[in-house]
C-alpha cells in the first residue's frame, strides 16, 4: 500500500502564490506517474495535473496553464505543485494523486489508485 499527506494549503489573497506538497511512504517503488486533483464545494472532483514518474513528462488542465507547475523528487518521494497568479475560482480542497502506471491526458478520478486525505486552498479576492 501506499499512503499520500499532503500540506501547504492556505489561505491567501488573488494574485499570490502556494506551494503544496504530497509525500509518499509505503510501497513508493511501485508508484508511476503521481499528480493533482481539486474538489470546490458542490462541485465534482476536477482534474489539476500529473507528472510522470521521471519527471519528464507533464500535463495540466487548460485552467491552470500557465500558472501552476507541477514538480517532483523520487529521492524524497514527494511531489510539488507551484500555484502562482492564483484567483478565487481556484479555492478548493487539493487533493494528491498517485498511481501505478503513467498518466496521458486529462484524467477522470476513477483512474487513480491511491488518494491523499486532501488540504484546503483558500484564495480571497
Known amino acids: 500500500q501506499v499512503q499520500l499527506v499532503e500540506s501547504g494549503g492556505g489561505l491567501v489573497q488573488a494574485g499570490g502564490s502556494l506551494r503544496l506538497s504530497c509525500a509518499a511512504s509505503?510501497?513508493?517503488?511501485?508508484?508511476?506517474?503521481m499528480g493533482w486533483f481539486r474538489q470546490a464545494p458542490g462541485k465534482e472532483r476536477e482534474f489539476v495535473t500529473h507528472i510522470s514518474r521521471s519527471g519528464g513528462s507533464t500535463y495540466y488542465a487548460d485552467s491552470v496553464k500557465g500558472r501552476f507547475t507541477i514538480s517532483r523528487s523520487n529521492v524524497k518521494n514527494t511531489v510539488y505543485l507551484q500555484m502562482n497568479s492564483l484567483k478565487p475560482e481556484d479555492t478548493a480542497v487539493y487533493y494528491c494523486?498517485?498511481?501505478?502506471?503513467?498518466?496521458?491526458?486529462?484524467?477522470?478520478?476513477?483512474?487513480?489508485?491511491?488518494w491523499g486525505q486532501g488540504t484546503q486552498v483558500t484564495v480571497s479576492s
Open positions: 494523486a498517485a498511481d501505478r502506471s503513467n498518466w496521458y491526458g486529462a484524467l477522470s478520478q476513477n483512474e487513480v489508485d491511491y
Open positions: 509505503g510501497r513508493t517503488n511501485s508508484i508511476y506517474a
